[in-house]
């Protein structure tokens, strides 16, 4: 029997997949949890269960939530990246350290074939079969949904045929749940007009009335939130997520064009990522100069759109990220923020860094700096190209 390694997190699609692999094709089936912080134990327990009764060969769980954040989210926290100024990326950026474990799985294994349970008419197809044909480019990709053109009911009719026991009304609905955020994929989100029901949501709202949380930043990482101090930010996104989720902060809806040139709508809810990149982008303002911020946004932008498109493996981004870091040196500071049922408030900033010294001056109110002579000179000077324009080209006119 051919070996296959299959990217499975136990949902719909990659129930399906296992199966069909293993019953249908024949082939020795190696399914690969891949945690980036979006399992509990309970659950990793439960997924390997329902993984061994569909006649697998095996089931491995890697733990990879912490190469997560070093090798992706610390780079999206840096660049303050929300995909058309709302969405954190949050499946895209997991997809890519999956594809890429998963490659290094399959050699390791000595598996000649690898499968995924992504559809013909989504970004993830891209993602994985572009790292696959990088890091294994003479391994043989399967991809039984896209192949088949199976609509999420026939893979239902299909589990229930063979007697497979989930919960199928959950099932109507494609939800991939991470550190940095959760993505929700229902029939609405196939519409232009409907938003997601509540029960759809995977966190319900719990908390009412508000309350105020600090995050301390040094450079550019999370290093405490209200004043304990972690060692590892991703226990530190996980906290943040803990306090704020509740309160139904970061749930949206992101229209996109995807990388097939369709666009495409999904739900998310992203608590934390939000919280944490808004908190971030107050902090460089009050840090940043304005050159760093402007070519620092640009950069972003290119960043986020490549990483969303599958181009993690592109040695640029290697440069953009070097970049991205070298601006955090002086990235260190503490924010407030206000928690309150569905949105936050920056309430503002604490940072020896902060450019905002009243030193040197307050805005509208009093300079240190410079005297009016210097303004009226330095305006002067400022203008004098666009003055000289409007004279050569534009003399008849103010006559």
Known sequence: MKKVVLAYSG??????????????????????????????????????????????????????????????????????VLKNQTYPLSVSAERILQAKTL???????????????????????????MIFQTI?????????????KLSRQDEILYLQKHGVSMNFEKA???????IWGTSVGGKETLTSSQTLPEE??????????????????????????NEIEYDNPVDAILKIQEIAAPYGIGRDIHVGDTIIGI????????????????????????????????WKNQLSEFYGTHLHEGHYLDPVMRNLEAFLADTQDFVS?????????????????????????????????????????????????????TAIFHQVNHADEEN
């Not at 109507?172 to 991470?178: E, H, L, M, Q």
């Not at 999904?266 to 402007?294: D, M, N, R, Y």
Request: include cysteine; glycine fraction near 10%.
């Open 172 to 178: 109507a609905y494609s939800i991939n749940k991470g």
């Open 136 to 148: 294994v480019p003479d391994i043989e990709i399967i991809t039984p949904i896209r192949d088949l």
């Open 103 to 129: 490659a290094e799985y399959a050699k390791k294994i000595g598996a000649k074939s690898v499968a995924h349970g992504s559809t013909g008419a989504g970004n993830d197809q891209v993602r994985f079969d």
């Open 263 to 294: 666009k495409g709508r999904v739900g998310f809810e992203a608590a934390a990522p939000l919280v944490i990149i808004k908190s971030h982008q107050l902090l460089e303002k009050h840090t940043l100069t304005k050159w760093q911020t402007f």
């Open 11 to 80: 949902g719909l699609d990659t129930t399906f997949c296992a199966l069909h692999l293993s019953k249908d094709l024949g082939y020795e089936v190696h399914a690969v949890l891949i945690n980036t912080g979006g399992f509990s134990q309970a659950e990793l327990e439960e997924t390997e269960e329902r993984a061994n009764s569909l006649g697998i060969a095996s089931f491995t769980v890697l733990e990879v939530t912490k190469a997560y954040y070093e090798e992706v989210i610390k780079f999206l926290v840096f660049g303050n």
């Open 333 to 385: 500071g503490t924010v407030k923020v206000a928690l309150f049922p569905y949105r936050f408030q920056l309430i503002g900033i604490e940072s020896e860094h902060d450019l905002m010294a009243s030193k040197f001056g307050s805005y509208g109110e009093i300079n240190k700096g410079y005297t009016a002579e210097d303004v009226k000179g330095f305006t002067r000077i400022l203008g004098n190209q």
């Open 200 to 225: 759809a949501w995977p966190t319900q709202i719990s908390k009412v009335g508000s309350e105020e949380i600090s995050i301390t930043f040094e450079k550019g990482e999370i290093k405490a939130v």
